[in-house]
Antibody, heavy 123, light 107 residues
């Protein structure tokens, strides 16, 4: 059974940093691209970032480019999101999602999602 | 950036009704359009992939159609458990984008 478990969320002041993690199990992690998708309270879904199976292809939404860094450790079956210079508008539930493709971060679907970890940016 | 515009934003429907949700892309995306269902306090769940391909375990009353810029999600004979938000999603090019969502309320 595919499982994606996010962690690392919490309350953080504007301008500070936070690192999210996603622990994957139930599939061959290093065969697939992985993504972060967020959802602000009461709002819709927003793609944040994606990374290919070997980290060779990485992409970011304009809203986080230069502040967030996605990475993965295939030996640990884990996905990460380093979030720096956090803003109030980054407040959201952050989901880890598995793609059905490996080599690219576009062209695929998000076939499995975690339950999300909540990030609240407030003073 | 490819903008996806869904309509309607909200619909209140009765059980057994047929529901149609549309998603229009700002430029052609071929068939790289997918649909998700999100029930309250749950993660999104994949309903339809590549515009019209069914997903194992998803009830057959859900179907998708379209290509290029215009896509449709159809729910035949709506059931009470279909109360949820529905999102379209394009993966044709970066940045990946989602529609704003359509919320279905069951009367």
């Amino acid at each position: 059974e595919v499982q994606l478990v996010e962690s690392g969320g919490g309350l953080v002041q504007p301008g500070r940093s936070l690192r999210l993690s996603c622990a994957a199990s139930g599939f061959t992690f290093d065969d697939y691209a992985m993504h972060w998708v967020r959802q602000a309270p009461g709002k819709g879904l927003e793609w944040v970032s994606g990374i290919s199976w070997n980290s060779g292809s990485i992409g970011y939404a304009d809203s986080v480019k230069g502040r967030f860094t996605i990475s993965r450790d295939n030996a640990k079956n884990s996905l990460y999101l380093q979030m720096n210079s956090l803003r109030a508008e980054d407040t959201a539930l952050y989901y880890c999602a598995k793609a059905n493709k490996g080599i690219t971060i576009f062209g695929g679907i998000f076939d499995y999602w975690g339950q999300g970890t909540l990030v609240t940016v407030s003073s | 950036e490819i903008v996806l515009t869904q309509s309607p934003d909200f619909q209140s429907v009765t059980p057994k009704e047929k529901v149609t949700i549309t998603c229009r892309a700002s430029q052609s995306i071929g068939s790289s359009l997918h649909w998700y269902q999100q029930k309250p306090d749950q993660s999104p769940k994949l309903l339809i992939k590549y515009a019209s391909q069914s997903i194992s375990g998803v009830p057959s009353r859900f179907s998708g159609s379209g290509s290029g810029t215009d896509f449709t999600l159809t729910i035949n004979s709506l059931e009470a458990e279909d109360a949820a938000a529905y999102y379209c999603h394009q993966s044709s090019s970066l940045p990946i984008t989602f529609g704003q969502g359509t919320r279905l309320e069951i009367k």
